[in-house]
């Protein structure tokens, strides 16, 4: 077991549950969704860590492959989700 | 001793990051998380370089940080006078869900530490290795993600058309920017080709080398913000008609692709080996354009001018206009 693996895995979890702490505590939907983001990239940077192994050896791709969908499946989401936040703003100073 | 400063170098950067990831997501100030979480972005990108990850580290830098940091900042600009939050009265909840964190945290570190212990699991990456040689392109991610794992991507895909079909219904674009200086002008005007020209090479060199469809999308995608913030009303995108063909371009291809190849007994996107790596190029080609156009309409956040009137039918138009004269009734 690395020491490499054991700081950035650590790292992933304290990221994902700042996040969702984030999500949990803040009453703004721009804050929101920030968290949910810094939360997202919790879970990759677990993935990534999962992949690694070791300074001379090829690390794994598949879970690369996964985190690179992943990052584009997020920013579309949180597009998706800063639209309707801002739709609800209108509707709200109407 | 170099093992040494290699932790001592993770170190520094992990609690960097997880120190900036604090800051920006308990931050009161609106401005203040978002840049920082642009920060938290490039930051990434470091580690995925770190964790030899370059395919991420790219992907990161150019949509984490870039695009994702781009939405973010034009959302603010909506939410100007709003940015403080409430004093919140909720102690006792905020309470509980720091005890909550702080358990969640604990058993993650545990499972964590036991799936390293019990790590002789089974790895996809031997697979992967063996099979390459059929896969038509050398970069082992790119194997994956337009080969092996084509499926997941053309899902993908969907997901991020879906994802801007939800944007363009929810309403009109953000009103444009004046243009901007002569320094910004000036700026956009040199940028623009350069990036375009690195969009067109990461995805040429996607094949054999870190880059693909995504990152040259993200760079196209960046071309259409600068030009945004330039002044330019549509952003490079084209007419109508040409942004919608364009937004169903890299699904439509894809699937094309993977039924065409049923014709020689084959599966659903089974390429043949000795196509394979031209199959992939016209598919990321194709992807490349989707993405970028999406991710460009996702900035605009919105349906861009031009579409009103097209989206409108004319039963759409009787009704509001019967709506119009009931308010003024």
Same mark, same amino acid.
């Given at each position: ?17 700042? /996040? ?19 939360? /997202? ?54 | ?329």
């Amino acid at each position: 077991m690395l020491a490499t693996t054991i700081i950035y895995g650590f790292a992933g979890i304290c990221l994902f549950v700042l /996040g969702l702490r984030g999500v949990l505590l803040h009453t703004t939907a721009l804050a929101r969704i920030l968290a949910l983001n810094v939360c /997202g990239a919790g879970v990759f940077l677990l993935f990534v860590v999962l992949a690694y192994r070791g300074a001379g050896m090829t690390p794994d791709p598949v879970p690369h492959a996964l985190v690179l969908t992943g990052i584009v499946v997020a920013v579309s989401a949180t597009a998706l989700a800063l639209a309707l936040a801002r739709r609800l703003r209108e509707i709200d100073h109407d | 001793m170099s093992e040494l400063l290699w932790v001592l170098f993770d170190l520094v950067l992990a609690g960097l990051t997880v120190g900036l990831a604090w800051v920006a997501v308990a931050t009161r100030e609106l401005r203040r998380g978002v840049l920082l979480f642009v920060g938290l972005g490039l930051l990434l990108a470091v580690i995925w370089a770190r964790l030899r990850a370059p395919d991420l580290a790219l992907a990161e830098a150019a949509i984490g940080a870039g695009i994702a940091g781009a939405l973010l900042i034009a959302a603010l600009r909506d939410e100007i006078g709003v940015s403080a939050e409430p004093e919140d009265g909720y102690t006792a909840s905020r309470r509980l869900v720091d005890l909550g964190a702080i358990g969640l945290l604990l058993a993650l570190s545990w499972g964590l530490l036991d799936a390293f212990l019990l790590s002789d699991g089974v790895r996809l990456a031997e697979g992967v290795a063996e099979r390459l040689g059929e896969s038509g392109v050398i970069n082992p991610v790119t194997a994956v993600l337009l080969n092996f794992r084509a499926y997941d991507t053309l899902l993908e895909l969907a997901v991020v058309f879906a994802a801007v079909l939800g944007v363009l219904s929810v309403g009109p674009a953000r009103p444009a920017l004046e243009a901007g200086s002569l320094v910004l002008t000036g700026l956009v005007r040199w940028l623009v080709p350069i990036l375009v020209v690195v969009a067109g090479y990461l995805l040429w060199v996607g094949a054999h080398a870190p880059g693909g469809a995504f990152q040259a999308g993200a760079m196209l995608a960046a071309v259409a913000v600068l030009l945004r913030l330039g002044g330019v009303a549509h952003a490079g995108l084209p007419g109508t008609a040409a942004t919608r063909w364009l937004l169903v371009l890299g699904i439509g291809v894809f699937v094309i692709v993977g039924l065409s190849v049923m014709f020689a007994d084959r599966a659903f996107l089974q390429y043949p080996g000795d196509i394979a790596g031209v199959l992939i190029l016209v598919i990321e080609i194709a992807a490349t354009l989707s993405i970028a156009t999406a991710l460009a309409l996702a900035y605009l956040g919105g349906r861009p001018v031009g579409w009103e009137a097209d989206c409108d039918s004319p039963q759409h138009r009787v009704n509001r206009g019967a709506a119009d004269r009931g308010g003024d009734a």
